[in-house]
């Protein structure tokens, strides 16, 4: 069996020196945001249940939060998206991908995280394809992924996000927060993952359609920052994925 070596660069010279870790707080859900909202709803049913139920975030031996290292040897299936399939602010057993692949069974490599847009997404897939036996990709890219993108620079990778300012002069803002350059980015990010899973022999399924995650029922249980998706959205998620699943299936 050929194991990553976690102190070895990619092929982009980047060093995934990672030991696997367990983290109580990640993102925008820190200590801080969760004792100020739970002082100011003391009643809110999540709040309560999180308070009582603390969240684990246990990252691999190359620092994503799945429960497989990697390997070549065992068939397994692959993640790919933001903080809505890292599963930020929720137990690992609540977010739709572990529960995708507890149904359809064989190792679990989660490659999302969160801020993560198309561009990083192929990134992930292109640099561990290789090491990966990989048998099904699921891809979860809202539309909002769209304005996110990532660049070399000095040989490591830079996020940018429209949503923040500041970042870029005028000039290269205007091209990126272009709707038809935007849309154009994300279909050669797809088309690019879609032939890779072709060049693997395996199975791709890329959800990118508007699922609003505050249309829950009042009694669902919400991510603990309060921002993010709760149970009920990823719920909605498995399902729609399954559907895929069956329709590949079905012919």
């Known amino acids: ?3 990553l070596n976690r102190h070895k660069s990619s092929y982009l010279g980047i060093d ?30 999540s709040l309560k249940y999180y308070q009582e139920n603390p969240i684990e975030y ?36 609540d977010t739709w991908a572990y529960k995708v692949n507890k149904t359809i069974g064989g190792k679990f490599w989660n490659l999302s995280l969160p801020g993560c847009g198309m561009d990083e997404s192929f990134r992930y897939l292109y640099e561990f ?18 304005t996110r993108y990532e660049f070399i620079v000095d040989g490591k990778p830079l996020r940018l996000n429209l ?3 500041g970042k870029l002069e005028k000039h290269y803002s205007d091209i990126l927060i272009d709707d038809k ?46 921002s993010h998706p709760g149970v009920f ?11 895929l699943t069956k329709e590949l299936q079905n012919g």
């Open 1 to 3: 069996m050929r194991l």
């Open 16 to 45: 995934y020196n990672y030991e696997p870790d367990i983290m109580m707080w990640c993102g925008t859900d820190f200590k801080e945001l969760f004792e100020k909202n739970y002082k100011k709803y003391p009643n809110d049913e």
């Open 58 to 93: 246990k990252s691999n031996n190359y620092g994503f939060r799945t429960t497989d290292d990697f390997n070549d040897t065992d068939e397994g299936n692959v993640f790919l998206g933001c903080s809505f399939t890292f599963g930020l602010g929720l137990h690992l057993e």
């Open 129 to 146: 394809k290789d090491y990966l036996k990989i048998k099904n990709i699921f891809h979860l890219a809202p539309s909002f992924q769209k």
């Open 163 to 165: 949503a923040d300012e």
């Open 181 to 226: 350059y935007q849309l154009l980015n994300f279909q050669k990010n797809y088309n690019a993952i879609k032939g890779l899973s072709q060049d693997l022999n395996c199975n791709y399924y890329l959800l990118s359609d508007e699922i609003d995650y505050q249309d829950c029922p009042p009694s669902s249980r919400l991510a603990r920052d309060l």
């Open 233 to 243: 959205y990823n719920d909605r998620i498995y399902k729609e994925f399954m559907k």
